[in-house]
């Protein structure tokens, strides 16, 4: 079976799973990423081949990489890159495609854990007024971008927000996730009249 053979089963399994496109489209790009590192330094291409030597090898390649910009690889991609390659080798020997695990050994790179930087009120101020001024839907935009400050919630939320989902009285709204996980935020009275 070839290297495009077993993503592509993988691929499969996920669907089954029911992950979503874009996390589909994600272990494709990393297992890709993977396959043409293999054929580039003349490895192995079936998972027998692999020893948790050449994986260490992947992963140093990971840390040096640069992007298309020539600008090196984030130690977040790296580690989900790696994490994308340790599930695929993992469900490979279970599925009993390979012998073993070459990556059950082998520490997986950490993605280092940063607080993400907020805006200033006068950030928020300057990104309302802009929403109000001189655009076509003002008060769409503004409805929008209150319920994302207030609510944290993710853009595809947001564009999957149902009206159903909204409770006006308690000014709770049912979201639906990233994994398929449904959970509920609360929003401000300004929220909400700008929303209705």
């Known amino acids: 079976m070839s290297i ?22 994600w272990h494709r790009h990393c297992l890709n990423a993977f396959a043409s590192w293999l054929r580039a330094g003349n490895h192995p291409e079936h998972p027998d081949g692999w020893s948790p030597a050449l994986l260490r ?14 600008d090196p690889l984030s130690a977040t991609s790296a580690a989900s890159m790696a994490g994308s390659l340790r599930s695929f080798c993992a469900w490979l020997h279970h599925e009993e495609l390979a012998e073993r695990d070459p990556f059950a050994r082998l520490k997986p790179p950490r993605a280092p854990k940063l607080v993400k930087p907020t805006l200033t009120w006068d950030e928020v101020a300057a990104v309302l007024r802009e929403a109000r001024d001189g655009r076509r839907t003002p008060l769409r935009d503004e409805a929008i971008l209150l319920f994302l400050l207030d609510t944290g919630a993710r853009a595809n939320e947001v564009c999957t927000l149902a009206a159903d989902g909204i ?12 994994g398929a996980r449904e959970r509920y935020v609360p929003f401000s009275p300004q929220t909400a009249r700008a929303i209705q």
């Open 167 to 178: 409770d006006w009285e308690r000014r709770i709204a049912k979201l639906f996730g990233k």
């Open 57 to 70: 090898l992947y992963l140093v390649h990971l840390s040096e990489r640069r992007k298309a910009n020539g």
């Open 4 to 25: 495009e053979s077993l993503i592509s089963a993988y691929r499969t399994a996920l669907r089954a799973d029911g992950k979503s496109p874009s996390t589909l489209e």
